[in-house]
């Protein structure tokens, strides 16, 4: 009988232990090489956004300075005046690394950061928080499950935390993934239990696992960094050679009429017609009952907070406004929307974090909106403005003061003025 069960399991045993010794034999470091940093900051694919070893050897480059950009969609709204473009053409301090995705939101962002840690401590950071994210519904665990993966839980457990932060955080990942890796240990913090020994040896255990096979896939995370040549290096040639905002705005002018001829809407004329053209008519008016007032996600941006709190990263909050003349198509409420800013803007600057650069009244500017809610243009052109300075002139984190009361439900269905949430 042994024999018979050791000719079936095996071959099964022993290619599971030949693959954790390739694993645990492959080198985790990487030697620094610009251009493939590069490339790698643009490669704004799903494998990248979850690749730990690419983000971390760009951001700890001491001769090169890259610096994060949190976001979501926005990133892959290539034009000339797109900051990856912009770093390219003129001689900045620093390299932006666009860490995003369509569909990305903070809880996503959250467990990222548990793989860079010691790049983000006392760093600089960027962080567009787009209003959109604040749904009534929360964040779709299908969009969660694709941008995760368990080398972010194991980091996050590595941390032997049962704060508030923890708790609230594994109760979130179980909400999204009720079946995952390590659920034992992940249910203990969500419950406020400690760790035993055991949990601990597991935890570190499957910790070297996560890295080591990261480092030796995370070249093919980066196989499709074609952005780099493709989508910054050719628009150059449109710039000015030398650097003023108001030659800017004039290539901004320029490429935005040239671009926006099919529509009334002031949106880029691809996107006009692969994305709403064929179904204009029935978007009239279906946003009308939409609201981001009540929204879980406001739990998850804290958990953002926290982590840059914990790091001591100085950052910068980006909000984006909704192209006005397709907030009126749809119906979408500019009173709501504003509200929905007030709301973040004090759970940001109640707790320390006011650096904020709020754009969300400026959908009406002409060629400030590429589509129907991503910046293009000018907008860029306005967020280099704000950002710029910001990033190029680094300075200490300020002293943040956290609130774990914003983890509370009270605080995720509030609607009233912020100030007055007790």
Request: hydrophobic share 35%; aromatic share 14%.
């Amino acid at each position: 009988m042994l024999k018979r069960l050791w000719q079936i399991f095996g071959p099964i045993i022993c290619a599971l232990v030949l693959v954790v010794i390739v694993i645990f034999s492959y080198p985790q470091g990487r030697k620094h090489n610009y251009e493939v940093e590069k490339r790698n900051a643009v490669t704004l694919t799903t494998e990248n956004f979850k690749s730990r070893i690419n983000k971390t050897t760009a951001l700890s480059d001491k001769n090169h300075r890259f610096v994060p950009f949190f976001g979501s969609s926005e990133w892959l709204r290539f034009d000339a005046l797109h900051p990856a473009v912009l770093a390219e053409k003129y001689d900045r301090n620093y390299r932006p690394y666009f860490i995003g995705q369509r569909g990305a939101a903070s809880l996503n962002q959250y467990l990222g950061m548990q793989q860079m840690l010691p790049e983000l401590k006392n760093g600089t950071a960027v962080y567009v928080l787009s209003p959109q994210w604040f749904t009534k519904k929360g964040y779709n665990s299908a969009a969660f499950q694709q941008f995760y993966n368990n080398d972010q839980l194991s980091s996050f457990l590595s941390q032997n935390q049962t704060d508030a932060n923890s708790q609230y955080a594994a109760q979130r990942i179980l909400e999204m993934k009720p079946e995952i890796t390590m659920k034992s240990q992940l249910s203990k913090v969500a419950n406020g239990q400690d760790l035993n020994s055991l949990d601990k040896t597991y935890i570190q255990f499957m910790a070297e696992l996560n890295k080591r096979e990261d480092a030796l896939f995370s070249p093919f995370a980066a196989s499709n960094n074609a952005n780099y040549d493709k989508k910054v290096l050719p628009y150059l040639k449109e710039l000015p050679d030398k650097f003023s905002y108001e030659a800017l705005d004039q290539v901004a002018v320029r490429d935005a009429e040239a671009h926006t001829k099919s529509n009334d809407f002031g949106i880029d004329d691809r996107f006009y017609k692969k994305r709403l053209a064929k179904k204009i008519g029935k978007l009239k008016g279906f946003q009308k009952n939409l609201s981001y007032e009540v929204s879980q996600e406001y739990g998850d941006l804290q958990l953002v907070l926290n982590q840059f709190a914990k790091s001591n990263t100085n950052v910068i909050f980006v909000i984006p406004p909704v192209n006005s003349k397709w907030m009126a198509y749809t119906g979408l409420s500019q009173e709501m929307y504003d509200a929905t800013v007030s709301k973040i803007r004090y759970q940001l600057e109640s707790q320390g974090f006011t650096n904020i650069a709020d754009f969300s009244k400026d959908g009406d500017q002409p060629y400030f909106m590429q589509d129907t809610i991503h910046m293009g243009w000018k907008g860029w052109v306005a967020f280099d403005k704000a950002v710029d300075p910001f990033v190029s002139n680094p300075t200490p984190a300020p002293n943040y003061n956290l609130n774990d009361r914003f983890y509370s439900k009270d605080w995720a269905g509030y609607t009233g003025a912020p100030s007055q949430f007790k």
